[in-house]
């Protein structure tokens, strides 16, 4: 199939957000251009979603990073990139940023009760079905490539193309930063996580997440047979990230049961932990979709 960009979207903004009565039956409009969907969730918060529809045979899954509280919300990082392209693409802004006024990052994961990962690839699955594409493609940045990872294990045959993320939110910045989001994390998502000495005394040689298994952690999760393909992208220069989240995921799924569905491509962007580049960004999603139109 092949489709033109649409040169007339510039903007989301003035596009009105539809409801959506019931967060599990998600039925988006088959029309070209742009809608915008909100529906509650439980904790009565917001799950909020764009869709620029051009009705190609790719769908591209935008998830955000960590985010300055003094960013407007919903955020749907990636547009004014993407827009320009050729492919629909289907954006979600986090919402246990709604949870507490001052959490930066929480990887889309819900809390206790609520696991947001499956219902994000269920949106996806949906707006793939309405608008006629055949293939699905997650992708973020740091930690929403980390949310990339976990969401797409829920929808078989999908992509993850994670840039430069986390593979476990245990293992994030752990050298030298205080472990601050994890701290934010547990108090605000997860507080059945806080340690019996409090939150002020967790240690970077403990992983305070062992209990919730691999929802927080790719890194475990692929190390069980899953029915998706990841291209995983690493910054070289982020060194960091390459230390304490590729090089550990690389090992523990080269020769696993993922083996065969698992690439790597190391990329030689500006130094320390950034977004890509708008031109690493396209050539890796471009060798995604390429990749992709492979498989079926």
Known sequence: MT?????????????????????????????????????????????????????????????????????????????????????????????????????????YTGWPEFDLHPVIADWAGRAAAAIGASRVIFFGSSGGGLAALQASTFLPASMAVPFSAQTSVANYLVAGTGLGAQRSYIRAIMPHLTPADGLGALRPDVDYFTSVGDRLSPLLRYQQKQENYVLFVQNANDHAHFNQHYLPFRAAVEDGPNADRIKFEIQEDRPGHNPPRQEFLKDALGKAIAWSRTLT
Do not use: C
């Open 3 to 107: 489709t033109t960009p649409l040169p007339d979207v510039t903007t989301h903004h003035d596009v009105p957000f539809t409801k959506v009565p019931e967060f599990t039956d998600f039925s988006p409009s088959p029309d070209e251009g742009v809608s915008k969907y909100t529906a509650q969730i439980p904790r009565d918060v917001a799950l909020e979603a764009l869709l620029l529809n051009k009705h190609s045979d790719v769908l591209l899954v935008a998830l955000h990073g960590a985010t300055m509280r003094h960013k407007e919300l919903p955020r749907f990082e990636f547009f004014r990139t993407l827009r320009a392209t050729p492919y629909s693409s289907l954006y979600f802004s986090d919402p246990a940023l709604y949870l507490d006024p001052e959490i930066q990052l929480a990887w």
